[in-house]
């Protein structure tokens, strides 16, 4: 089935719409720029592991206008905000979609049912579905083409330094560090600095008005940014233009397109192919760009595959690839949003990214952290974070991709130690707490850190001591047979891989940091092998007697000490990804004020 009729498009460069965002950048931390402990996770409490039914229920509630509305025969109910209007134009997949332009007007019927809205249109009077992110309230703030919502201040500054924008260009973000106020972020230019961002603080008035300077105070955010358009009055220049930004994607494909059809899916170019599978760039429905991950038949079980994807579809971030649909027969299908670059490893070696100066680099690398930021908020572990399993689209946007695959992997070279003891799984359900299925491997029973009891009926237990010795002991010879008798050409990536991880079968998210660090190395070196001239095995024996990579070619000494944190022997003494994220987001500005003050005089 392909595309229904469409509309002609109107307004293909909308602005982006914070509604789109349903998960905040987890992690990032508002207030102070670095976490006070930079190897313990602040975000969240480590006594209470959020499940995705809790997070979804805090952080994609929204305003007060996405309260649900309950659907009744014949007409609305409920006394939430029915009237939307349409930011962007969209072109309907199924027969249940609307097809619309950008503002077109809405009567919402029902949105109790996800990401994808039961609406009613009040120019052509037909009911359909529509993604929920491509509307937004009349007349609101939100339906402002120069609202960005909730975007961090680094994320303002990628997008207003695009090449579309000039001197002048603005947007309006939410306040990172006060409820209820906003940001202005301006493109401005000097002959010192050339193109560069400043941010002022919008602060709000307890009578409920807005200023940027207290001799200007405007009763709404909407009047303050007209009268920045017509005289600066304070500012470092006129606000000219809203900030471009591409039409966002969808939430998904469209209302109930999880588990999709084989027959749905056109395989149309090759993109890459691996040990376990192909990567194709595909059409959904006749109509939707995606990429396609093809499997090879019995690469992993699919009841195991299909439990972890729904996690994985829930999982949120605009640093994360999207998982969009599966084809759930063998030969199983992963569909996901197309990035146009491929991949980070490819992309640095033979495209663009091999003239990529440093702070490009350091911003790709600042991309990555967020995204893993999110992940360590959301206590999942990605356990195969490198360049190649890094996606790069238009405007250098980085997104981490894969996340939670390489544990399914079935395969003894992949997964060499898949026959240790591992932790039991949580209860088969999607509201489960993601640590309970991505539990790491236990350590071996009686390991220091995890003592076992003794034997039961037995007549004398032996003391901790020699119990505890006995077994660091066999843990010591399990990982010399694991270096004894590791292939030189096994598939799973040990250069990149935590040595706990490697040897043990430890995955943590302090397993991911190490990983992050190895692929600060393929950044800086444009995709150089990590641990050049060494084997697989060599790596491992080295890495564990204390050897360390030397700094990179080309690699600041302040960035190296960041690897170098990430590799600590002890994983509890690495960094945090939300202390990453911080630190690689201000490595060239943290030296200068985070806001401008307005021209008082």
Not at 14 to 24: G, N, Q, S, V, Y
Request: hydrophobic residues 35%; neutral net charge; glycine residues 10%.
């Amino acid at each position: 089935m392909g595309c229904m009729p469409c509309k002609e498009k109107a307004g293909s460069d909308a602005k982006l719409e914070a509604l789109h965002e349903d998960i905040a950048k987890g992690g990032q931390g508002y207030g102070d720029r670095y976490s006070p402990e930079p190897t313990r996770v602040t975000s969240s409490s480590s006594s209470h592991v959020p499940s995705i039914s809790h997070f979804s229920q805090q952080m994609l509630s929204g305003p007060s206008f996405l309260t649900p509305i309950s659907p009744k025969p014949g007409g609305i109910a409920g006394t939430g905000v029915t009237l939307f209007v349409a930011l962007y134009g969209y072109d309907a997949r199924t027969a249940d979609d609307l097809t619309f332009t950008k503002g077109e007007k809405f009567h919402i019927l029902n949105n109790t049912e996800g990401d994808w809205w039961e609406a009613r249109s009040l120019s052509s009077g037909r009911t359909g579905y529509i993604p929920s992110n491509y509307v937004a309230p009349v007349n609101s703030i939100q339906a402002e083409e120069w609202y960005f919502g909730k975007i961090g201040r680094k994320d303002a500054e990628r997008q207003l330094l695009g090449p579309s924008n000039p001197r002048g260009t603005f947007l309006i973000r939410e306040s990172e560090t006060t409820q209820g106020a906003y940001s202005l972020s301006m493109r401005d230019w000097d002959e010192n600095k050339g193109d560069h961002i400043k941010h002022y603080k919008i602060r709000k008035l307890d009578n409920g008005g807005y200023y940027i300077t207290t001799r200007a105070q405007f009763e709404s955010v909407q009047k303050l940014v007209e009268h920045y358009t017509e005289v600066n009055d304070g500012l470092c220049y006129l606000l000219t233009k809203p900030c471009v930004v591409m039409k966002p994607g969808t939430l998904g494909l469209g209302k109930d397109a999880w588990e999709i059809s084989r027959d749905s899916i056109t395989l149309d170019k090759k993109l890459g192919m691996g040990c376990f599978g192909d990567v194709w760039m595909g059409t959904w429905n006749g109509c939707t760009k995606v990429a396609v991950k093809t499997l090879k038949p019995g690469t992993m079980s699919a009841p195991a595959f299909l439990e972890e994807a729904q996690i994985m579809k829930r999982l949120r971030h605009d640093k994360l690839v999207q998982l969009y649909a599966v084809v759930s027969e063998e030969p199983i299908y992963i569909i996901t949003e197309y990035m146009s670059h491929g991949s980070l490893l490819e992309f640095l070696k033979e495209g663009e990214g091999r003239n990529l100066t440093l702070p490009y680099l350091v911003d790709m690398a600042a991309q990555v952290a967020a995204g893993m930021a999110y992940m360590e908020l959301m206590n999942y572990i990605h356990r195969d974070l490198r360049a190649a399993n890094i996606l790069v689209g238009d405007r250098l946007v980085c997104k981490v991709a894969d996340f939670g695959l390489a544990r399914l992997i079935e395969d003894n070279e992949y997964n060499p130690r898949q026959g240790a003891p591992t932790c039991s799984p949580g209860p088969n359900s999607p509201h489960a707490p993601i640590t309970l299925l991505h539990a790491p491997h236990a350590p071996l029973r009686g390991a220091p850190h995890a003592p076992s009891a003794p034997l039961r009926g037995a007549p004398c237990a032996p003391s901790a001591s020699l119990r505890g010795g006995l077994l660091l002991f066999a843990n010591l010879l399990l990982g010399f047979f694991t270096l004894a008798f590791l292939p030189q050409g096994a598939k799973f990536p040990i250069k990149w891989t935590a040595p706990e991880a490697a040897l043990f079968g430890r995955f943590t998210i302090k397993s991911d940091v190490w990983s992050f660090g190895i692929l600060l190395t393929e950044l800086i070196t444009k995709g150089r092998v990590p641990y050049p001239g060494m084997n697989n095995r060599e790596v491992l024996e080295q890495v564990e007697r204390g050897y360390r990579m030397q700094c990179p070619p080309g690699c600041p000494p302040s960035l190296y000490e960041i690897m170098e944190q990430c590799w600590r022997q002890v994983a509890e003494e690495r960094p945090t990804f939300e202390y990453l994220q911080s630190f690689l987001e201000d490595y060239f500005t943290s030296t200068e004020p985070q806001y401008q003050p307005g021209d008082e005089s």
